[in-house]
Each structure stands twice: as structure tokens, then as C-alpha cells.
């Protein structure tokens, strides 16, 4: 790979391509034409044209990242020489779960990563929120990553301060692992390098960025980085939000996607923006990180409902059999699929006593499945 990755550098960051253009091509030639990046760089500007259909401004871009590649191999040599590793998506070490939610639309050509990489393979959350987030914003957050922690799920962090840090250093205080997504390149980050020099080197912290590697900070990068820091997660939990910035920002597009995205329940008197995310269709929790099924709403001082309340007149037990879809959920996802106004507690003395509901275990944490299906988890692109 430290061969090819003067050539990955160049192909991840061209100018104004956009991710969906990049891995377009990458399918293109890596996996239908079956020939390495190097191989494609030395193609004829003919062949650019005629087997890969560019036009004169990709092909220009594409001639300009070739004049660049001798500054590019000292880079990379240097890259190496300090550590970094780089992890191309056509690789089998490039997150299965940024993949799987972000898509060829959207997934980084590559990913610069430090620290211990089977990290990006475990079960991971993320728990955003605001930079000036309240007291019990913070506690919420600490309270999550112990759980989080506790059932060996990486604490996904954007290191911002206030939620994203919080999440952080309680998942380092309470023996966890954590991937520390950057704003910036993966090379411009010493001082952090020196402050978890220990739990890098432990293998409990991993440093991530998708940005090119001398990259300063920047707000349009910090903004950047927030979709990845969703894509990485299988679980994401908002402590709390104003009604703009990057937290407000994230979880709209992660809805717009589709994706199930956590929200701490506020309380009477909370200024905040959680509520409206929630009737945005975001699914609040208490404290615990448990689904809810009513939150304040503080516009007309009443409760309002959320999730639907289940059917009287359906029965309980197709209502669990229909929530299931071939692969094994935690209670709280399975909670969140049927609607209903119980507790975890409550629903998982409920399905140990069902003959068709089997458990299995993943390290430590109880999932469910319906006894007989198999586990047909999404597939992605590459």
C-alpha cells in the first residue's frame, strides 16, 4: 500500500470532484476493469476518454494530479515515517459502518488514520451536542459513554469541545475506546498525539481523518467532518442542540437519511432545540439512553405524543415478529420499532418468555432475532 499511496492521495482529494464522482471512477477501474490506481494513473489520456468516459476538464484535473505526484511520494514518505497508516475504500480495513451509511454518495475515498485500526471494526456510538452544552447536557453525555463503555462500544468524537470532548474523556475514564475524527489533517494534530500518546499506544484511541494530511483547521472542514463522525457510528445520541450549527446541521441530514438518531428528552424549562428535533422525527430518550414514548412540549406547556403508541386490537406478539427484518436488534432498537410505551427492563422479561424469540450474544450485550432467520446485514459497494 505505501506504493500506491502517492496515487490515493492524489485521487482523494482532486479539486471540486466530489465523493460520488471519485468512487464512480474507483468502481470503474478497480473493480470492473480490474486494474490497480498506479495502472489507471498510467493510462493514456485516450484511454481516460474513451473507457472511462471523462470529459476535457476531468481529464485536465486528472494530468494536473500526475504533475503533482513527486511532491505527493515525499509527503507520503513522510506520512509513513511518522506512523500513519492510510486505508483506501477498496480495502478490507476501511469501516464496514461509514460505508454502509454513507454510501458511494458520500464515503471518503480514503481515511488517515493513527492508533489501533481493528477499532473501526467494533460495534461504535456517537454522541454529539452542543459546544456550550448545560451541565445536564454533559451529564448525559458522561452517563452514555459509561454505558457505552460498559457494553464495549467505540465513543465515536468529533473533539470539539464541550459534548464531543466530554464524550471523549469519559470513555477514556471509564476504560472504553473512542476514534477522535478530526477537523483537520491527521499530520497538524501533535499536541493531541502527545496528550493520548498513552491510549493511542494502547490501543484504546484511534485518530481519524478523511482530510488531506497537511490540512490546517478549518470551519468548513470542522463542518465537513460531521457526517463522518454519524457515517462511523451504528448508534448516534444528541445531548443537546441549538436550533443552527453543526449538531442542528448533523442530525437533520442524518434523518434526511434515514437514520435513527437518539435525542435526549428535555426538561420543563430546557432552552434548546431537542425538542424540535424530536418532532422532526429524532427518537428521545431519558438519562439512560432508554426510548420514551411522550416529551414536554414546551411551546403549549403539554405533553405530546412521539412514538405511536402500539395497536390495542394487535396483538403484542406479531407486532415483535413483524418489527424484525433478518438480523438480531438490541432492545432499544427493537423498542423503538414496535412503539410502544414500556421499558427496556420491562421488554426484555417480555421476549425471554416467547418460544420464537432466540438471544445471542455479542461480547457482553443480549440481542434478539427471531428463532430461524439469518443475518442479512446491507451490503455496500465496494
Do not use: C
Request: net charge positive.
Amino acid at each position: 500500500m505505501n506504493n500506491e499511496a502517492t496515487y490515493w492521495i492524489a485521487l482523494a482529494h482532486l479539486p471540486r470532484w466530489g465523493h460520488l464522482k471519485i468512487n464512480t471512477l474507483i468502481i470503474k477501474f478497480y473493480h470492473e476493469n480490474k486494474i490497480s490506481i498506479e495502472e489507471f494513473f498510467n493510462l493514456s489520456e485516450s484511454q481516460w476518454r474513451t473507457d472511462y468516459q471523462l470529459d476535457e476538464k476531468q481529464i485536465s484535473d486528472l494530468l494536473q494530479a500526475k504533475s503533482e505526484l513527486a511532491s505527493n511520494a515525499f509527503l507520503a514518505e513522510s506520512f509513513f515515517n511518522q506512523g500513519f497508516e492510510l486505508i483506501p475504500i477498496v480495502l478490507p480495513g476501511f469501516s464496514k459502518t461509514l460505508k454502509g451509511n454513507l454510501k458511494a454518495t458520500h464515503s471518503p475515498a480514503v481515511l488517515y488514520v493513527k492508533g489501533n485500526k481493528k477499532i473501526l471494526e467494533e460495534k461504535s456510538i456517537a454522541i454529539v451536542g452542543s459546544r456550550d452544552a448545560s451541565e445536564i447536557a454533559l451529564k448525559f453525555t458522561d452517563n452514555i459513554a459509561k454505558l457505552a463503555s460498559k457494553e464495549y462500544k467505540v465513543v465515536v468524537s468529533g473533539f470539539a469541545k464541550g459534548v464531543d470532548k466530554q464524550a471523549l474523556d469519559s470513555a477514556i475514564n471509564y476504560k472504553g475506546q473512542s476514534i477522535i475524527v478530526l477537523p483537520q489533517g491527521i499530520m497538524t494534530f501533535d499536541s493531541g498525539f502527545k496528550k493520548y500518546y498513552s491510549q493511542i499506544t494502547n490501543g484504546d484511541v484511534l485518530v481519524l481523518s478523511t482530510f488531506f494530511p497537511k490540512a490546517p483547521w478549518r470551519a468548513e472542514l470542522a463542518m465537513a467532518r460531521n457526517p463522518i463522525i454519524y457515517g462511523l457510528a451504528d448508534e448516534i445520541y444528541v445531548a443537546e442542540s441549538a436550533e443552527k450549527g453543526g449538531t442542528w446541521s448533523g442530525v437533520v441530514d442524518g434523518l434526511r437519511k434515514q437514520r435513527k438518531i437518539f435525542v435526549r428528552q428535555p426538561t420543563a424549562g430546557e432552552k434548546n432545540a431537542n425538542l424540535l428535533l424530536i418532532q422532526k422525527g429524532a427518537v428521545p430518550v431519558d438519562f439512560d439512553g432508554n426510548v420514551v414514548s411522550k416529551a414536554y412540549n414546551t411551546t403549549i406547556n403539554e405533553q405530546v405524543s412521539i412514538v405511536q403508541e402500539p395497536n390495542e386490537s394487535e396483538s403484542i406478539d406479531k407486532k415483535i415478529r413483524s418489527a424484525f427484518n433478518g438480523r438480531p436488534l438490541h432492545a432499544n432498537e427493537l423498542l423503538a420499532k414496535l412503539g410502544m410505551d414500556w421499558t427496556v427492563k420491562k421488554l426484555t422479561a417480555y421476549l425471554k418468555k416467547l418460544d420464537f424469540i432466540e438471544i445471542v450474544k455479542e461480547k457482553r450485550t443480549n440481542l434478539y432475532k427471531l428463532k430461524g432467520s439469518g443475518d442479512s446485514s446491507q451490503q455496500t459497494l465496494f
